[in-house]
């Protein structure tokens, strides 16, 4: 198991929930850490991989982060039981900018659950919302601002093999298509979750870029070469 994924493991308590959220960018230090280098498309759409997929285990380690911020402020009341709190948890991250409605839901369960005071039970959930949210969002940033930078170093070399004379021209092709991917997820980071890489390329222009000119044989070299 890699040293960030046991990061995100371990949260299965408040007090290990709370050490995250003091250090929210520890994920993607360690992630940054483990990430290989890329000398290949093939290498390169492997670690397109890693980093989507490190997006995709913030949101699973959310859900739980959920529950137990849930099942702590409701520990005196049953009006929400545990099937409600786990459907709640299980769909936080798409309650993102959606909190009201999640409110909405909430006192709706609470009055039927029997609650002397239905919203102050939603206010209790909203609380727990916008604590794991807001959570998801500071160790999103990290794993973000890694996709950019990431992205931004590759993307030059990408685009000298898209130029090189040497180069058969399908896999000059690819290298281009690759070059203008990265250059898209350079500004846009969250691109990475649309699609795997190799679909994403497979979905762009075809395009040959010019190769560089070549350079202009001088006086002087004709003298060496004599």
């Keep these: 198991m890699s040293s960030a994924q046991h990061l995100l493991d371990q949260v299965h308590s408040l007090a290990r ?18 990430i290989p280098a890329v000398a290949t498309l093939g290498e390169l759409e492997a ?4 980093v989507a997929g490190a997006l995709g285990k913030i949101d699973a380690m959310i859900a739980r982060a959920m529950r137990i911020r849930l099942d702590h402020a409701l520990a005196a009341d049953a009006s929400i039981g545990a099937p409600t709190r786990s459907v709640f948890s299980s769909t936080i991250t798409g309650y993102a900018g959606r909190l009201p409605l999640l409110a909405q839901r909430a006192r709706d369960v609470a009055a039927r659950g029997g609650a002397a005071d239905p919203d102050g039970i939603a206010e209790a959930v909203l609380e727990a919302a916008r ?3 807001g959570l998801r969002d500071a160790v999103r940033a990290g794993v973000l601002v890694l996709i950019r930078e990431l992205a931004k170093a590759a993307a030059p070399e990408a685009d000298r093999r898209a130029r090189d004379r040497n180069l058969e021209e399908p896999v000059r092709r690819r290298w281009s298509a690759a070059r203008r991917d990265l250059e898209a997820a350079a ?3 969250e691109r990475v979750l649309a699609a795997p890489m190799a679909t994403r390329l497979g979905a762009l222009p075809d395009q040959l870029d010019e190769p560089a000119p070549e350079r202009e044989v001088t006086f002087a070299d004709m003298i060496e070469l004599d």
């Design 187 to 189: 500004a846009e980071p």
């Design 131 to 133: 604590a794991v949210l």
């Design 17 to 34: 929930l709370e050490a995250l959220a003091a250090e929210p960018g520890g994920y993607a230090e360690r992630l940054a850490a483990e």
């Design 47 to 50: 670690r397109d991989a890693i």
